[in-house]
DNA sequence: TAATTTTGTTTAATCGATTAAACAAATCAG
DNA sequence: CTGATTTGTTTAATCGATTAAACAAAATTA
């Protein structure tokens, strides 16, 4: 890689001090400087193809324009759907974003973490995974500016952007027993991560809400690590029952995807047999034979306000915002019966 | 944010130079140095939680460990899959991966590129757009090392790690020949774009091969800029003739994607009345109600070979490494007719 | 014991940009 | 015509780390 061109070069070529070629080329002291020898050293900026060394620069002035962002997995969708609004809000403020995902890993997480306090990110934007409180603590602690989106510890005081998962649940569920079904189950991870503990408790505070007792062998808490078998085997369970569920809401897109290929494969008639409903929006869940009624997540919003309140934080804004956005349930063929159907039940 | 612990404030509660601080940090000068004062070094280090600053270490050393990587839109499967395995890879010799999407916008990329570069990245990998040559000669000339992937441009001597585009499309269409298929469309880009090119290309050669003609009318290139009106405008075209289609190629996901949206709106028989093909692999394309036959980009592959040839660019190998991944077919419903199907026709 | 080598550490320059302060020259006010 | 301003530019310190070179003290060799 050849000799980049700096300021220096700038100023040897147009015979000043790299000083004044710092203050034309960012327009500051304007007026104080002579038309004749700014345009100069704009002209051989241009020529010579100077650019910043952004390096050097963040260094004097401890300001890197970078925003760390960690997600669980960028190649899922949510993730990836996430980072896309981010980098477009960021960039509109000439922030640049760095990535990484955690696989919902401490570790990792903290590796991450560290590699980009190391690299002096402005902030941060994190999508926080199970038992990483401690880190989100020490951020604190550190004083670094940093926004959790879609997970955060409600014992925490820090600025969040979430979905009310509680109510996401609540009117799913809900939606569900006015179509009539009796036997909703639910498949949803094993873990702390309050955003599906909330999913969970909309979930049986619905049917208590709704007279159906919960019984907890409906609710499935399967393992994070192993999503494809895990789902397998509680769909399995779930109908292998004198009376088998005729409902099943999926807490989260990577449960619904597998789901649904099992589904299929097991040649079930949904919603006759069986009614589905998922978090999140996927391409995949619109081409399920029957599309699937979903929780849509404003993921829009959520990133733009999540790099708002980053950026209004890295910017001296001390006050702490803690945002529970509103889910929409788009209705669809998966959960609406047609009339004959409905009558043989 | 708090002031941050720099080198200096460990050599002063040590009491010794900053230098010496460094050479145990980095463990250079190993038993140069008196153990006693390295051990307390150390510990001071841990208990400041001291962590370099990686700006600075960078403006001296002319080295970000940082790669740049520009994809069409982070936000697509195909993109965002390849984005992870870019990361894991990286991430395995300590480099950071920065990220933007240009949405196949020369102004955008040359932005991005530019970004990137002014911010010192060791390198790039790069899916370029169309119209882009420009900026990849202006790389070169720059001495910046880079590797594109996906994408590539023939007449530009690059390292590049792209997809055997057009045998990929020659085995497909040979596959649907050999399945009986006679009226065989494709909808594809209208694009300068080679990866596209060779597709079509694949698609044209397989039919004559095949001693079927080729019929310009049905290779549809839509608009790059509004795909989903482009796929139902072309869908329903080459149906509506006197002769409609009974297979299908979709050149790209996205195209796959919206197609099979209104496939499914429109009725249609899949594979009876119509066979379907699509490159690249989604969860989309396993929950059509007839699981699609795609064709498989090897994307690990592709993303662990386009980070290794970039760090090794980077590392100063100056050799140019020009790959063409095969593609594999996967046969799925969606070609495949039942017997009494076959029998109709 | 003097010269040499080794050990352990510091000094100081450097990366490239920013910016307060200093300075010289031109212009102005009285 | 002189002192004060204004204009235009330079000097030099700084950000935090790296590292060649210098240096002092201790150990070794002759």
Redesign the interface.
């Known amino acids: ?2 000799k980049r061109i700096s300021l220096k070069d700038i100023a040897d070529k147009v015979g000043v001090s790299t000083a004044l070629v710092s203050y034309v080329l960012n327009n500051k002291k304007e007026g104080r400087i002579k038309k004749s020898v700014a345009d100069r050293i704009k002209e051989v900026a241009v020529e010579l193809n100077y ?6 620069r ?2 004097k002035t401890n300001k ?1 324009f ?1 925003i760390g962002l960690v997600v669980a ?5 949510f ?3 996430l ?2 609004i981010i ?2 809000e960021a ?1 509109k403020k000439n922030y ?6 955690s696989d919902e890993n401490v570790a990792r997480s903290e590796k991450l973490i ?7 990110v402005d902030g941060l934007i994190i999508a926080p995974g199970e038992n990483s409180a401690s880190q989100i603590l020490s951020l604190q602690q ?4 940093f926004v959790l989106v879609d997970r955060y510890f409600p014992d925490i005081k820090t600025n969040y952007v979430a979905l009310d998962n509680y109510e996401a649940s609540l009117s799913a569920i809900h939606h569900l027993v006015d179509q009539g079904y009796k036997r909703i189950g639910m498949i949803s991870f094993n873990t702390s991560l309050f955003n599906i503990q909330e999913r969970n408790r909309g979930y049986i505070s619905a049917l208590e809400k709704s007279g159906l007792h919960f019984n907890s062998d409906l609710l499935i808490e399967i393992n994070i690590g192993d999503i494809k078998a895990g789902v397998e085997n509680a769909i399995d369970s779930l109908l292998a029952t004198s009376q088998p569920i005729d409902a099943l809401l999926f807490a989260t897109n990577a449960i619904a ?1 597998h789901g ?2 099992h589904i ?1 494969k097991l040649n079930l008639k949904v919603p006759g047999e069986l009614a589905l409903v998922s978090f999140d929006k ?8 029957a599309p699937l009624t979903y929780i849509n997540q404003p993921l829009p919003e959520m990133g733009r306000l999540a790099t708002k309140l980053l950026i209004d934080a890295i910017e001296g804004n001390e006050e702490i915002t803690q945002l529970n956005l509103p889910a929409k349930l788009v209705v669809r063929a998966s959960t609406v019966m047609d009339k004959d159907e409905r009558f043989s039940r």
């Open positions: 890689m050849q650019r910043t060394n952004q390096i050097a963040s260094l890197t970078t997995d960028i190649s899922n969708p993730s990836s759907g980072a896309r980098e477009d960039e640049t974003v760095i990535f990484g995902s560290d590699t980009f306090i190391t690299r002096q550190q004083h670094i500016p995807t649904l290929k299929y996927t391409d995949a869940l619109d081409l399920f034979y």
